[in-house]
């Protein structure tokens, strides 16, 4: 009896051990706003020759209101509509060089910071199933829109968390496909994953596994019956068609624990065609050149910023944007092939109704 009160008592001293993690790990993912940082220049429609940007603003599930920009070529007139959603904390004009590039090649882009990011309402980014929940809004927002809705069905583009929520909104009403950057399976996972450790094996999985049912309750205390989404699922029953990039070189959202496992899961289903590349990290959309000197440029800012932050702040000063935000030309022509061939899968489908 003594034994069987000991070992109850290290399994809830464990546990409790164990949740006390997992909290601390999503107080500080989520209970916080995003500002980006001022020491990075963003780019702004004003530092392309031809990009237009309208201001818009709608609300979401707790009445915070999102602010963007509906992007669209002053030389070319767009034929669609991209909804695009940023990744992680980032807000969207993280990504101003290839929402550019996608209005140049005939689209017009809504984009607009997630709750709790940049320009947007919201005290807490509040989780990764935050995503797919502004997402949800934006579809509905564009379809209501006066100007917007005559595009008909939309198209969904996001990285990271962006591909995250793309993927779990691809069910949504007025949706015509996808292309999803880098993005993870679940909230919980990838969190347990980070916390841990992305590519530790051994006794790092059995922490991940421990921390994963922890973070998935945390999750549903915050999101009910909208918590816990899977994207792995949500392809799984979907016949709309998607697009997934990877780069297997992925140490942000490891390639092995996410696309690995996607490419696997859904390798059955022709309407999702999955394409990685094996010299890429995260920033799939980038050349190798400009995502190595990003990982070079950041990587040598972080080991100085903690030590002396004048200095830091010289180094974010000399930063040469051109050479880190180079767009992989073979990757953006992909995606804006695979949007256009929506498009036109749209068309037809009008033509013969």
């Not at 709750?115 to 502004?134: H, I, K, M, Y």
């Amino acid at each position: 009896m003594i034994i069987f009160v000991i070992v109850l008592c290290v399994v809830l001293l464990f546990a409790c051990a164990t949740f006390l993690c997992s909290a601390v790990a999503y107080k500080k993912f989520f209970c916080r706003r995003y500002n980006g940082n001022p020491l990075l220049r963003y780019f702004k429609a004003e530092d392309f020759p031809h990009l237009h940007a309208e201001p818009i603003s709608f609300s979401s599930d707790k009445g915070q209101k999102l602010n963007g920009f509906v992007y669209s070529s002053d030389i070319v007139l767009p034929r669609g509509l991209i909804i695009f959603s940023h990744g992680f904390g980032a807000g969207h004009l993280s990504y101003t060089t290839e929402i550019n590039t996608l209005a140049q090649a005939g689209f017009a882009v809504l984009a607009y910071d997630g709750t709790g990011c940049v320009s947007s309402e919201g005290n807490a980014l509040r989780g990764f199933d935050q995503g797919p929940v502004d997402l949800s809004y934006a579809i509905r927002f564009a379809s209501s829109h006066e100007q917007l809705r005559r595009f008909g069905k939309v198209i969904l583009v996001g990285h990271s968390w962006g591909a995250f929520s793309v993927m779990n909104s691809i069910g949504e009403e007025n949706v015509a496909g996808a292309v999803a950057m880098c993005g993870f399976i679940s909230g919980a996972s990838v969190v347990a994953q980070t916390a841990v450790g992305q590519n530790k094996r051994g006794k790092a999985r059995f922490y991940r596994c421990i921390f994963y049912p922890w973070l998935r309750l945390l999750n549903w205390f915050a999101f009910g019956k909208h918590a816990n989404r899977s994207s792995l699922r949500s392809l799984q029953h979907t016949d709309r068609n998607v697009l997934l990039l990877y780069g297997e070189q992925d140490k942000t959202v490891y390639f092995p624990n996410n696309g690995k496992i996607l490419q696997k899961g859904l390798s059955g289903k022709k309407n999702i065609r999955f394409v990685s590349y094996a010299d890429k990290g995260h920033n799939v959309y980038l050349t190798c050149e400009a995502e190595r000197e990003m990982n070079r440029v950041f990587g040598e800012i972080a080991k100085v910023s903690s030590k002396d932050r004048s200095a830091a702040k010289e180094m974010y000063q000399k930063i040469n944007y051109q050479s880190i935000t180079q767009e992989d030309g073979e990757v953006m022509e992909c995606v804006i092939a695979f949007c256009r061939s929506l498009l036109a899968a749209g068309e037809e489908g009008r033509e013969g109704s």
